[in-house]
């Protein structure tokens, strides 16, 4: 007979490793040093033990350490006590995604990042459930004794094959495309999340660079859709999703994309009503100039939030863009009718195209609408200080439209130098924002504060990410990766469910590039290599039922 098994009302497609921390950032001297610190490095099994051979770390009252876990990281930490002194002790604990954080106040919105917890005797406890790389021990009380045989951290992630891939002769871009993948799979908890530490919630905008690194990267294990679904279920008509008139495009733009990457027809025909009100809402709001007339909250990201004509310059374009991927679904869908009215809108669109200026995020949203040449606008506006007035979020709109314009050593240089500069600080994953301004003077995230320096986390960030409050793994900002299989591997769907690929190879300053994109029907791998006459040697692999049409090279 069969032991029955518990009830289990929805089972966690997650998994739990432990990871055990690399080194002791810093430890108190007085009144009393750690003891035997270095004991927490050594992995176990991290099971308490009565009689052991094993050395332990003791700390005593008012004394604390910092550990480092080697890499950003969702979940908590496991104590596992030995012969505490009162039996039941407590503690501070301080969970950090810079050293800065740790030793400081971090923020508590989202996620508990600063709590007093009491650890038990001969025993284990887990703490916490946030974002974080750094963990800050303090014993409180007085007379306190706690003996401590580990500290792993417990991360929760989707443990996922990483079914797309790539590489080069460039090892920074290599960092770079596995440090975005990495950061998106962290967020891919519950639901496709913006922020493991901050911002735990689905923001649709902030979605789709994620699923753009997710359909370049993973298979579907269903967390895309659940979360497109949760965004569209808690939205009734005519209201817009997370409350953003422009949140309510990027659903249709990320349905288009997650369509053409993944073709679950099923799927996409849950979608129908909603789809087709939602585009006929949003047509609505074209007056008959061809001007976009969207209503409040109207944003695109940060730092384009105080500017009013740039907010109305890339919402023309993102509404342009969203009619566009509207109009491909409706044809998928067979509503012809539907279909022929966005292509009219956008038509009327044309007669209105708002200057920009040079704002980047609002020109490239323009170009990727169809409403401005892209190697004009490259030349008038993105490659005008390429580094300046980026954000990690809309970054990747810009390497889009500068790879319109054609412009890809370009891109490849903002990616080395915004991206990477990330990661000379100590970054392990992508940050929620970032200006390269702030490294002048500016200490690693993975150090202490250095006095007469600039503390990264700390003295820097702006709006709602100031200061610690500032995410240092934020989907969002994965755009990286998604591009350089997009356009370098030059890999993309034609078809629906990438029955057919276009594949055409854009290697810019690099001498060969190599890598795969994951499809329904397996991955397509390539390789590309300059010749010595200026041309590129391409070998392709194709699974069954997935044809190319169209490849150069």
């Keep these: 007979m069969k032991t029955p098994r518990p009830p289990v009302a929805v089972r966690d497609p997650r998994v739990r490793d432990l990871v055990w921390p690399c080194r002791v950032v810093w430890t108190t001297n007085a009144p009393h040093a750690p003891e035997d610190s270095a004991s927490l490095l050594e992995q176990h099994l991290g099971q308490a033990i009565v009689h052991t051979s094993r050395p332990s770390c003791v700390l005593r009252s008012g004394v604390g350490l910092v550990l480092d876990y080697g890499r950003e990281i969702c979940g908590g930490v496991r104590f596992v006590t030995a012969d505490n002194h009162p039996r039941t002790c407590r503690v501070r604990v301080r969970f950090g995604e810079s050293v800065s954080e740790a030793m400081g106040a971090p923020n508590n919105d989202h996620a508990m990042h600063d709590l007093t917890v009491d650890l038990p005797w001969h025993g284990t406890a887990e703490i916490g459930n946030t974002g974080f790389r750094f963990v800050r ?5 007085e007379n306190t004794i706690v003996e401590l045989r580990g500290v792993p951290a417990v991360s929760v992630y989707r443990d996922l094959p990483w079914r797309g891939a790539f590489r080069c002769n460039d090892d920074r871009l290599n960092r770079i495309w596995e440090t975005g993948a990495y950061t998106v799979q962290l967020n891919m908890q519950d639901y496709v999340w913006d922020g493991i530490k901050r911002d735990r919630l689905v923001w649709l905008g902030d979605m789709h660079p994620e699923v753009r690194v997710i359909c370049s990267v993973f298979d579907d294990d269903g967390v895309v859709p659940a979360s497109l679904d949760l965004a ?47 585009l006929r809402q949003f047509m609505g709001y074209v007056d008959p100039a061809g001007r976009e007339t969207l209503p409040p909250v109207r944003f695109l990201d940060w730092p384009t939030s105080e500017d009013e004509a740039a907010k109305h310059a890339g919402l023309q374009g993102l509404l342009s863009w969203a009619l566009a991927a509207g109009a491909e679904l409706c044809e998928v869908l067979g509503e012809s009718a539907c279909a022929a009215d966005c292509r009219n809108v956008r038509a009327r669109m044309r007669a209105h ?146 029955s057919q690929v276009t594949v055409k190879p854009n290697l810019g300053d690099l001498e060969w590039a190599e890598g795969a994109l994951p499809t329904p029907r397996g991955p397509v791998r390539v390789r590309h290599e300059k010749g010595g006459t200026g041309g590129i040697h391409t070998e392709l692999e194709l699974p069954p039922g997935v044809t190319v049409r169209r490849t150069t090279g």
Excluded at 137 to 141: A, H, I, K, S, T
Excluded at 264 to 276: I, P, S
């Design 137 to 141: 021990v303090d014993v409180l009380g």
């Design 232 to 278: 569209r279920d808690n939205t009734p008509l005519p209201g817009c999703i997370n409350g953003i008139s422009s949140y309510s495009l990027w659903w249709i733009i990320i349905q288009r994309d997650w369509f053409f990457y993944k073709g679950n027809r099923d799927y996409l025909q849950a979608q129908r009503e909603y789809l087709v009100r939602l």
């Design 353 to 498: 195209v708002p200057a920009a200026g040079r704002n980047k995020q609002a020109n490239a949203l323009l170009v990727l609408g169809g409403l401005m040449d892209p190697v004009c606008t490259n030349d008038a506006a993105l490659a005008v200080r390429p580094l300046s007035g980026l954000s990690t979020f809309y970054g990747y709109y810009v390497l889009e439209a500068r790879a319109r314009a054609g412009d890809f050593v370009g891109a490849l240089n903002v990616i080395r130098s915004y991206w990477g500069a990330m990661l000379d600080f100590g970054a392990t994953t992508f940050w929620e924002d970032f200006d390269l301004d702030w490294i002048r003077n500016a200490s690693p995230i993975d150090e202490l504060p250095v006095a007469g320096k600039d503390d990264l986390h700390a003295d820097f960030g702006n709006y709602c990410y100031k200061g610690l409050r500032h995410s240092l793994c934020h989907g969002w900002a994965g755009g990286p990766t998604a591009w350089l299989g997009a356009h370098i591997l030059g890999v993309q769907p034609a078809a629906p469910g990438c």
